[in-house]
């Protein structure tokens, strides 16, 4: 059995996107991310080492985020899930990234892409 570790709304600002003014402009990007992992032995111990420093993941993952702009969400997504993941304790993690800016000619509230990766299926 796993625990879930949740932080949710992590805001970053990037240029990814097909089109050429979203490369150039750059837009907001929002990540949030449940990670299944064991906090037993941190509740044992109330030493942070025992777990998810969630405070250096969070600066993790901006910089995972904001760094190499791409083309598809699907691609930065999964970067993110490959950071979550570089910690042994972390199971899996779920992991979605919200594009609220799409250049979509459309009224919307959101586009977002989420994905779980575990051990097994991540890029390790």
């Not at 250096?56 to 598809?72: G, I, N, Q, Y």
Request: charged share 30%.
């Amino acid at each position: 059995m796993t625990d879930e570790l949740s932080v949710k709304g992590i805001e970053c600002f990037a240029h990814h996107g097909v089109f050429d003014f979203e490369r150039r402009e750059g837009q907001t990007f929002v990540v949030d991310l449940v990670l299944g992992l064991d906090t037993r032995p941190a509740a044992e111990s109330d030493h942070l080492e025992e777990t998810v420093n969630y405070g250096t993941l969070v600066m993790d993952v901006k910089a995972a985020v904001e760094r190499d702009p791409v083309d598809l969400i699907e691609t930065v997504v999964q970067r993110i899930a490959d950071v979550c993941l570089k910690d042994r304790r972390v199971e899996w993690a779920r992991v979605t990234l919200h594009k609220p800016d799409a250049p979509i000619d459309a009224t919307y509230s959101d586009v977002a892409l989420t994905i779980t990766r575990t051990r097994g299926n991540a890029h390790d």
